[in-house]
């Protein structure tokens, strides 16, 4: 693994997962190239390194060219996975009553590569508004009020307010990482 693949790493991490980074969103999903990353050793690296912050990547699915990660922050994603309002939608699609992570993020990873569609129940791993989750459910993800990080069906001012701190941190992260700070250090991972 050469010094630009996990500087290359590192900042697409700083875009695209910032906020769960910076422990203001429990989880982001995000899609690597398989011919850019060696993304199981990368994964492997950030997870020996970020433990100490309870941040983690969990590899979700594989396709020909690309691997889906998860990369969340435990604490937040457990806490998030045991509100009674999101278990009961997460218990709709086959997950357990009583909420277990790894139980949990296994299940996710079986719907995945079962389903005829992707599983629309990852809002609420990705920490969206119930009612957002519910209401893409419902409409098929159509009749939004606002897109943004996600399609919007409940309160669009919080969703608003939501995706403009997910923006100060990609810019506050991306800016540490622009200023030669790797992404360990920028967090504060020793």
């Not at 429990?26 to 199981?40: K, M, P």
């Not at 594989?62 to 990660?69: A, F, I, K």
């Not at 939608?89 to 009583?98: D, F, K, N, Q």
């Not at 459910?137 to 669009?156: M, R, T």
């Amino acid at each position: 693994m050469s010094k630009q693949e996990c500087r290359q790493f590192e900042q697409k991490l700083a875009y695209h997962t910032a906020p769960s980074l910076l422990g203001i969103k429990c989880a982001n999903l995000i899609s690597l190239r398989l011919d850019q990353f060696d993304v199981a050793e990368q994964s492997a690296r950030f997870n020996s390194k970020a433990v100490s912050r309870g941040l983690k990547i969990r590899l979700m699915c594989r396709c020909q060219r690309c691997m889906l990660v998860l990369v969340y922050n435990e604490k937040l994603l457990s806490a998030s996975l045991a509100d009674p309002c999101r278990r009961r939608i997460l218990v709709r699609y086959g997950y357990a009553s009583e909420p277990d992570l790894q139980r949990d993020l296994d299940r996710l990873v079986q719907r995945m590569g079962q389903a005829a569609e992707f599983p629309h129940e990852i809002g609420i791993f990705l920490g969206y508004p119930t009612e957002d989750v519910e209401g893409f459910i419902a409409h098929k993800g159509e009749h939004y009020k606002l897109c943004g990080s996600w399609k919007v069906y409940g309160d669009p001012e919080q969703a608003q307010r939501s995706f403009r701190n997910y923006e100060r941190c990609r810019k506050f992260l991306c800016n540490k990482l622009n200023q030669g700070v790797d992404i360990y250090r920028a967090l504060k991972i020793s």
